[in-house]
């Protein structure tokens, strides 16, 4: 039970790390970022018009002229790392 109990524990730190939840939750395709659920297919509504909540939702970069990241707390630098890599 012990050796049970460290495996979930262990794994469950591993899950929650920014480089796993980025390459889980983010994909970029050319200049369309997805984001929201993987196994989801995308929206037929853009993003900002209601969506379907646990299903992808993606955005053109294209749309802007420069983009921004701000981060702050304990996970700044991973995720910035995490959105860099």
Request: proline share 5%; with cysteine.
């Amino acid at each position: 039970l012990k050796d049970l109990a460290r495996q979930i524990f262990l794994s469950t730190l591993e899950e929650v790390e920014v480089p796993c939840l980025f390459e889980r939750k983010l994909e970029r395709r050319g200049n369309e970022l997805r984001f929201g659920n993987p196994s989801a297919a995308l929206p037929s509504a853009p993003l900002g018009t209601g969506g379907t909540g646990g299903a992808r939702d993606s955005i053109n970069l294209d749309a802007f002229k420069s983009i921004w990241v701000f981060s702050f707390g304990k996970a700044a630098w991973a995720t910035f790392r995490a959105l860099c890599d």
